[in-house]
């Protein structure tokens, strides 16, 4: 599986951004799909993830109710749309995709960052 993520910017607190990734290979829609984001000097983060079918979903506690994970088998893409967001969310943003459940923490492909910059 190959992805390719896209739709970061720069945006202002309360803002909302709309993050995308693009995955290519047949066996997408069997995988787990998660989101993960990156402060340089510090671990990557787990945002979200959602199932192969989008039945379930998991959130970090710093973004639930604020983050939504979503994915379009047919399109084999899979989204993050970001509200509400503050200036703690900036980071580097990753999709990934595992062969394993949401709660799983061993993902087995990444695709490249996209930066997101929130501004206070």
Known sequence: VQLQASGGGLVQAGDSLRLSCAASGRTY???TMGWFRQVTGKER???AAVSWNGG???YADSV???FTISRDNAKNTVSLQMNSLKPDDT???YCAATSKGVTTTRYDYWGQGTQVTVSS
Request: no cysteine; aromatic share 20%; hydrophobic share 35%.
């Open 29 to 31: 829609s069997s995988y």
């Open 91 to 93: 980071a580097v943003y």
């Open 56 to 58: 379930t979903t998991l």
């Open 64 to 66: 639930k109710g604020r």
């Open 45 to 47: 983060e787990f945002v």
